[in-house]
C-alpha cells in the first residue's frame, strides 16, 4: 500500500500585480490554495494592474473581498487551519489573531529591501527620494508592520530615468524570483529566519493626490525625482499657473539658475527652483489633454 503525502494548505491575502503573480508562481509550483481574500477595486482609483479575483476564477480557487481580520472571517481561515498563509500587497493590517492561525506561519512579500522602507507605497518613496536601489522581501508577518524576521530578499536597481512604474515592474519580477526560492524552502521547513534591525530603516506612511504638489524653492533634483515618482499611472506632480491647476507628467533636471516657478525659456520649457532648473517635457492643464511642452502655449510666467 502506497503512501499519500498530504500537501500543506494555504490562505492568501493578495492584490496588484505582486500578488497576481506570486499566485501565478504558487500554483507553478502545485501549492494548494484554499481560499483567497482580495478587494473590490476602488472608482476612485486608476486599475491598471492584473485582477487576482480574475485568477481566482479562472483558477476555481474561491475568494472574499472582504477584510481577513473581521470575526466571520477569523472564524473561517480557524476552520480551514492552513499551514502557511501569504500576503501579497494585501491592503488591510492583518490582525494578531489571524497570524496566530497558520500552523508553519504567515509571511508577507514588501516592495523594498527591508528593514529600508517600511509601510505604505514603498516604490513611490523611495523614487521620490531618489535612492538607486530597492528590494522585494519575505518576511515573517508580526503584530509590528513590516517588522518580522526576513526570510529572502532581492535586489533591484532604479535608474535615474525609471518611474515609479518602471520600478514596479522589476520589483514585481523581483518578488516573483523570491517566492520561486522561498516556497520550496518553506514547504521544507529549511527557510531562513534573519532578525530585522529596524534601526535600519525607517517607517513611510501612505501618499494622497494632494502630496504630489510641487514647492518650487527645492532643487531641481528633488522637483524631478518627485515628477517620476508619482507618475503615470500614478495621480502626478502639480503646480498652478494662471490660477489652474497643472499635472507635469515628466521633466529633466538641467544646470542653470531661475527665480524658483518662474519661466525663464518656452523653447525648450524650462523653470526656475531652488537650485537649477527644471524642463519640462509634457505637462497637462486642468480640464485639458496631455501634451508636449513644445505645444503648451501659455502667456503666463509664473508657476505658484
Request: contains cysteine.
Amino acid at each position: 500500500m502506497g503512501i499519500t503525502l498530504q500537501s500543506d494548505k494555504l490562505i492568501v491575502c493578495a492584490y496588484h500585480n505582486v500578488g497576481y503573480r506570486c499566485i501565478e508562481e504558487l500554483l507553478r509550483q502545485g501549492a494548494d490554495i484554499a481560499l483567497i481574500f482580495t478587494h473590490e477595486d476602488s472608482p476612485t482609483e486608476e486599475i491598471w494592474f492584473k485582477s487576482v479575483r480574475e485568477l481566482a476564477d479562472r483558477h476555481g480557487i474561491p475568494y472574499l473581498t472582504t477584510d481577513i481580520s473581521l470575526p466571520e472571517n477569523v472564524e473561517r481561515v480557524r476552520a480551514i487551519a492552513p499551514d502557511f498563509l501569504f500576503s501579497f500587497y494585501y491592503r488591510n493590517m492583518i490582525k494578531p489573531a489571524v497570524l496566530e492561525i497558520p500552523k508553519q506561519g504567515a509571511f508577507n512579500l514588501h516592495g523594498s529591501y527591508l528593514p529600508k522602507y517600511r509601510g505604505r507605497v514603498p516604490v513611490n518613496w523611495a523614487v521620490i527620494n531618489g535612492e538607486s536601489e530597492t528590494g522585494a522581501t519575505l518576511h515573517h508577518m508580526v503584530a509590528k508592520p513590516d517588522a518580522g524576521a526576513i526570510v529572502d530578499q532581492e535586489r533591484v536597481e532604479i535608474a535615474f530615468t525609471d518611474t515609479a512604474f518602471d520600478v514596479f515592474n522589476k520589483i514585481t519580477d523581483a518578488a516573483v524570483a523570491v517566492m520561486a526560492r522561498a516556497w520550496p524552502q518553506l514547504r521544507e521547513g529549511r527557510a531562513a529566519c534573519i532578525p530585522m534591525n529596524l534601526a535600519e530603516g525607517a517607517y513611510f506612511g501612505g501618499r494622497k493626490p494632494a502630496d504630489g504638489q510641487i514647492d518650487w524653492q527645492q532643487s531641481a533634483l528633488r522637483i524631478y525625482n518627485l515628477v517620476r515618482g508619482v507618475t503615470h499611472p500614478y495621480p502626478g506632480a502639480f503646480s498652478h499657473l494662471d490660477g489652474r491647476k497643472v499635472v507635469i507628467w515628466s521633466a529633466w533636471p538641467v544646470e542653470g539658475r531661475g527665480e524658483p516657478g518662474r519661466i525663464v525659456s518656452h523653447r525648450p520649457l524650462l523653470i526656475g527652483t531652488g537650485e537649477g532648473l527644471l524642463e519640462i517635457r509634457s505637462l497637462q492643464a486642468e480640464g485639458g489633454d496631455e501634451v508636449t511642452a513644445t505645444d503648451f502655449m501659455t502667456i503666463d510666467e509664473q508657476f505658484t
